[in-house]
């Protein structure tokens, strides 16, 4: 049954621990390879934040990417199931003053 109604609490805090990578590789001054993760694992909990992406410095204030990042998420609670991924591909064209 998907009726009924959606309500909410307040008053509750809660701390959830995170793990994250950052790292990138230069090929050379014009190419580098830029991966990132971040995550969450407990036993109801599931969060993952995963990509890459290959940069392009064309100028001295100008590059552009192409890259693939991945969110999954799970929570298996007593009230509510929940579970979505995303699959992006992106490009990025980003200007330094």
């Not at 793990?19 to 993760?37: P, S, V």
């Amino acid at each position: 049954d998907t009726t009924g109604t959606l309500s909410e609490s307040g008053g509750n805090f809660v701390v959830l621990p995170l793990a994250g990578i950052n790292a990138e590789y230069a090929f050379t001054n014009l190419l580098r390879l830029g991966i990132n993760a971040a995550g969450i694992h407990l036993s109801s909990d599931k969060v993952l934040d995963a990509g890459a992406a290959i940069w392009f410095h064309f100028d001295r204030h100008w590059e552009a990417a192409v890259g693939y990042q991945f969110y999954g998420q799970e929570i298996d609670t007593e009230e509510v199931f929940n579970r979505m991924n995303y699959d992006i591909v992106y490009l990025a064209v980003a200007h330094t003053f």
